[in-house]
C-alpha cells in the first residue's frame, strides 16, 4: 500500500461512509462521508464526545474503523499495513509527545530513521523543518525538550510531523495547551508555513475561533460523528444550516466573520487626495472641489504620507509642512476584523488601505457594516484592486 502523494505534496482524502462500533455496542461514530481537497486545511468541530478525534484517529488508523472506507488520493488504505499507512501521515497532539531523552534534532528525524534515511540527508531535513518553523538550528537542534517552552515543543512536533514529507498531516487540539498570546501566534504561523508546504490536514479543535481563523473548510459534527455542515468558514459564520450550527458557532457569529471576511476593491471608498509638495492653495481648492473637511496626503508614487484637515490648509507653505501622520491603515490583504481592530484602536473615523505603500482607498464604518453585509447577503466575489477607480468623497465620523 502506498498512496502517492500529489505533485503539490498533498494527497485528497475521502471517508465514504466511515464508523466505529465497539463491542459494547456505543456508537462513536456512524457513518461519516466526507472529502478533503488536496492541499486544504479541514477542521473538525462539535461538542465533545462527537466522535471528531475519533474520526481523526480512523484516518491513520490509530483506531480501526468498524466500517466504511478510507480513500487517499483515490487508493482504499483501509485494508493495507497500518504502520506503513502512518508513516506517510504526520500527526500532532495536544501535549507534543516530544521522546524527552532525544535531542529536538533526534525528535525530528524520527519516521526518518524508521524509514531508514541516510544520516546526512536526515540532518539535512531537519535544519531546513527548524529554519521551516522559525528556530534556529544552531540553537535549538542539540537542545532536549525541557530545555524549550511550550510553544517552541509544539513547534517541534509539527516539524516532526513534517520530517518524512507526509501527504497528511493530523493534528488533535495542537495548540489548546498552550498560553492565549502564544496560541494565537502559532496559529498564524502554521498558516504561513502550511502556504509553504501545502500539506492536507485534518485538524480537530473544540474552539470555533481556532476553526474560522485556521481552516479552509470547517466539518461540524453532532453526536454519533453526524456531520451537520461542511462548508468554508465565512458559509459556516454567514449561513448555518440549522439551529445545532446556529447555536455552536455562537451568537456573535456576525463578528467572527469579520475575521473570514477579505477587504475587497468595492467596499472602499475614495476621499480626495493631495500632494505632499501641493501648496496649501492647492490642497483648499481641492478641498472645496470635493466639498470636503480633510483629505488623504500621497507622494508622487501613490505611498500614504498623511492627511490634512482644511483648517490646516489655511495660509501659505507647502502640504508637506501641515500634513498630520496616518497610524490608522492596514494592508489589502488583511481583513474587516483586522481593520475594524485598527479603527478602535486609534479611535479613527476612517482606515486606509495599502497596497504595500500605494493607498488604495479607505474604510468607513458605514463601509465595514455594508462589506459585512455583502458578506453574509451574496458571499465574497474577488475584485482585483489594481483595477481601482475613484468613487464618491468620505468624511471622517
Not at 51 to 61: A, L
Not at 200 to 229: M, P
Amino acid at each position: 500500500m502506498n498512496a502517492t502523494p500529489t505533485a503539490s505534496g498533498a494527497a485528497s482524502i475521502e471517508l465514504d461512509g466511515i464508523g466505529k462500533r465497539y463491542p459494547n455496542g456505543t456508537i462513536a461514530v456512524d457513518s461519516l462521508s466526507l472529502t478533503i481537497p488536496a492541499g486544504e486545511i479541514c477542521m473538525l468541530v462539535g461538542p465533545s464526545g462527537c466522535g471528531k478525534t475519533t474520526s481523526m484517529k480512523m484516518i491513520n488508523r490509530l483506531i480501526e474503523p468498524t466500517s466504511g472506507r478510507i480513500v487517499l488520493n483515490g487508493e482504499d488504505v483501509t485494508k493495507g499495513d497500518p504502520v506503513q499507512l502512518r508513516r506517510q501521515i504526520g500527526y500532532v497532539i495536544q501535549n507534543v509527545g516530544l521522546f524527552p531523552h532525544r535531542t529536538i534534532e533526534q525528535n525530528i528525524a524520527t519516521v526518518p530513521g524508521l524509514l531508514k534515511w541516510d544520516r546526512k540527508r536526515s540532518r539535512e531535513r531537519t535544519e531546513e523543518l527548524l529554519h521551516l518553523v522559525g528556530l534556529d538550528p544552531a540553537v535549538f537542534a542539540k537542545r532536549y525538550p525541557h530545555q524549550l517552552s511550550g510553544g517552541q515543543r509544539q513547534r517541534i512536533g509539527v516539524a516532526r510531523a513534517l520530517a518524512a514529507d507526509p501527504g497528511v498531516l493530523l493534528m488533535d487540539e495542537p495548540f489548546s495547551a498552550i498560553d492565549p498570546i502564544a496560541r494565537d501566534r502559532l496559529q498564524g504561523e502554521f498558516r504561513r508555513l502550511q502556504q509553504e508546504v501545502g500539506k492536507t490536514v485534518v485538524f480537530v479543535t473544540h474552539d470555533i475561533e481556532e476553526a474560522v481563523r485556521v481552516g479552509d473548510r470547517i466539518a461540524v459534527l453532532s453526536d454519533g460523528g453526524k456531520l451537520e455542515q461542511y462548508c468554508d468558514p465565512a458559509t459556516l459564520l454567514g449561513s448555518p444550516v440549522n439551529d445545532f450550527v446556529a447555536d455552536f458557532v455562537g451568537a456573535d457569529r456576525g463578528l467572527k466573520r469579520l475575521g473570514v471576511t477579505a477587504i475587497l476593491a468595492s467596499d472602499l471608498e475614495h476621499p480626495p487626495t493631495v500632494g505632499i509638495d501641493d501648496t496649501l492653495a492647492q490642497a483648499r481648492e481641492t478641498l472645496e472641489r470635493g466639498s470636503a473637511r480633510w483629505a488623504v496626503v500621497v507622494d508622487a508614487d501613490g505611498a500614504l504620507r498623511g492627511w490634512i484637515s482644511r483648517a490646516r490648509a489655511e495660509g501659505v507653505g507647502t502640504v508637506g509642512d501641515r500634513a498630520r501622520r496616518m497610524n490608522a491603515y492596514v494592508g489589502a490583504s488583511e481583513t474587516l476584523k483586522q481593520a475594524f481592530s485598527v479603527m478602535l484602536q486609534h479611535d479613527a473615523g476612517w482606515v486606509a488601505v495599502l497596497d504595500g505603500d500605494r493607498l488604495l482607498g479607505v474604510l468607513t464604518p458605514e463601509s465595514l457594516h455594508t462589506a459585512l453585509r455583502r458578506s453574509v447577503d451574496s458571499g465574497d466575489e474577488a475584485v482585483d484592486l489594481d483595477d481601482l477607480e475613484p468613487a464618491g468623497v468620505v468624511e471622517p465620523a
